[in-house]
T-cell receptor
Framework: AQSVSQHNHHVILSEAASLELGCNYS??????LFWYVQYPGQHLQLLLK??????LVKGIKGFEAEFIKSKFSFNLRKPSVQWSDTAEYFC????????????FGGGTRVLVKP | DAGVTQSPTHLIKTRGQQVTLRCSPK?????VSWYQQALGQGPQFIFQ???????QRGNFPDRFSGHQFPNYSSELNVNALLLGDSALYLC??????????????FGEGSRLTVL
């Protein structure tokens, strides 16, 4: 079945460490790619998005993601995390092949220790 | 500029009962999508409304139904509640161009507990 996969369910790291969260999708054709973040007690918020053009996209709060079409991947990175980055991160794909509805991965819960 | 608002924020029901959840989209948005987020999982697409019609539907039974009003607000109804319906129900809105790109704006959700 077509899907969105996030490799890690839980990540624990210390402040100033680098973060990379993996995301793979299985849809062919045109895709729009997103990372959403859900801070504790808050609603889902858009972190960054890719529609076309430069495959390296920059989002809010120092996050960036790289679209690698050949690998069907859209990994999220941040060079140096802060305690305030503790949150759940969701990769999401809007694919024409899936009827243009937004499909989410299972999420990665990130805990940054101070 | 109000974002997406949902009500109620929390509710408790018993098996077999019916529930109605409400959503007002972000100002300027005309499309509403509903998602179910079970504990520890990503949001699962239920359905999407545009121009007062259900446009797309995910893999949810007919017990899940919805409605969109002329002012673009929406309701999600779930009949014959099961324990497994316990989840956070998210409403998301978008403008028509956003609908094609997939960018959604989310409310804080309605947490439903079925006992």
């Amino acid at each position: 079945a077509q899907s969105v996969s996030q490799h890690n369910h839980h990540v624990i790291l210390s402040e100033a460490a680098s973060l990379e969260l993996g995301c793979n999708y299985s849809y062919g054709g045109t895709v729009n790619l997103f990372w959403y973040v859900q801070y504790p007690g808050q609603h889902l918020q858009l972190l960054l998005k890719y529609f076309s053009g430069d495959p390296l996209v920059k989002g809010i709060k120092g996050f960036e993601a790289e679209f690698i079409k050949s690998k069907f991947s859209f990994n999220l990175r941040k060079p140096s995390v802060q305690w305030s980055d503790t949150a759940e991160y969701f990769c999401a794909v809007n694919a024409k092949a899936a009827g243009n509805k937004l499909t989410f991965g299972g999420g990665t819960r990130v805990l940054v220790k101070p | 500029d109000a974002g997406v608002t949902q009500s109620p924020t929390h509710l408790i029901k018993t098996r077999g009962q019916q529930v109605t959840l409400r959503c007002s989209p972000k100002s300027g948005h005309d499309t509403v999508s509903w998602y179910q987020q079970a504990l520890g999982q990503g949001p699962q697409f239920i359905f999407q409304y545009y121009e007062e019609e259900e446009r797309q539907r995910g893999n949810f039974p007919d017990r899940f139904s919805g409605h969109q009003f002329p002012n673009y607000s929406s309701e999600l109804n779930v009949n014959a509640l099961l324990l497994g319906d316990s989840a956070l129900y998210l409403c998301a809105s978008s403008s028509t161009p956003g609908q094609r790109t997939g960018e959604l704006f989310f409310g804080e959700g309605s947490r439903l507990t079925v006992l």
